[in-house]
């Protein structure tokens, strides 16, 4: 099953929000597809829009963080519970923005995943190296790493999504990072996971558009893409989504 996703990140107010939905729904034939997972993480203030068109969206959606409790003091929080209740089927954990800007570490990382997996929340975990760490060993050795600490004394049959985003191919006027790059990450990742979680998914983000998706969904070692910016636009989205459906 090929994954084709997109994280609004910041972005899309609830009017904004309100127009992209509506636009998915006027295309959802284009989204209708048994063997492609197409999915959209919004901002926390659009997940009850969404949850609100819900049957008439042919599309998972999911939240852009967790917290790792299930309740308590934690002010501006949101919690897995929470999540459920508005319908989603995905959370994203550990993006290079939430350990740059917030602090998160992988400790944090690895109890979100095991709350995520205990709601039955699909978790959709974010890896990858530093511009300074492309070497093949040094990545590895990085990637093994980010791995053996985000994963420890997780096992699982469920559905779970590494989404391997290099940190250098991540932002504005960013290049992505080349196919044969990306599969030598892509297999040594999948050597590693394929041993405890049954149902990995590993999945390429990082600059990824309507130019360059093509190598990515193409590839036996990639089973999909995660859109950042370019797919703010929902007209950029669906066009992926339609072309990903020809392949």
């Known amino acids: 099953m090929l994954w084709v996703g997109t994280s609004w990140k910041m972005n899309h107010d609830l009017p904004a929000s309100q127009k992209y939905i509506q636009t998915l729904i006027n295309n959802s034939r284009l989204l209708k597809n048994t063997k492609i997972n ?11 829009m969404f949850k609100d068109f819900k049957k008439k969206l042919p599309i998972i959606y ?9 309740s308590g003091a ?29 602090n998160e570490n992988f400790l944090l990382i690895n109890k979100k995943i095991k709350l995520a997996l205990k709601y039955d929340l699909i978790p959709l975990v ?16 990085i990637l093994k790493k980010q791995l053996d600490y985000i994963f420890k004394k997780i096992k699982t049959n469920k559905k779970l999504i590494v989404a391997y985003e290099p940190i250098w191919a991540i932002g504005k006027n960013k290049k992505a990072a080349n196919i044969d790059y990306c599969n030598e ?8 996971l394929s041993k405890k979680i049954y149902k990995i998914s590993v999945i390429y983000g990082g600059s990824v558009d309507e130019k360059n998706y093509t190598e990515f969904v193409k590839s036996k070692f990639i089973d999909g893409i995660f859109i950042g910016r370019a797919a703010l636009k929902v007209d950029n989205f669906l066009k992926i989504c339609k072309e990903v459906s020809k392949l």
Not at 62 to 70: L, P, V
Not at 78 to 97: F, N, P, R, T
Not at 127 to 141: M, T, Y
């Open 62 to 70: 999911g939240a852009q963080n967790m917290h790792w409790e299930e």
């Open 38 to 48: 197409f999915f959209v993480i919004p901002p926390f203030t659009s997940l009850m």
């Open 185 to 192: 990450s892509m297999q040594y990742i999948k050597n590693i």
């Open 126 to 141: 974010c890896i990858g190296e530093k511009k300074f760490e492309k070497n093949l060993l040094e990545r590895k050795k």
């Open 74 to 102: 934690y002010t501006g929080e949101i919690s897995a519970s929470m999540l459920k209740s508005c319908g989603c089927k995905l959370v994203e954990i550990g993006h290079s923005e939430r350990i740059k800007f917030f």
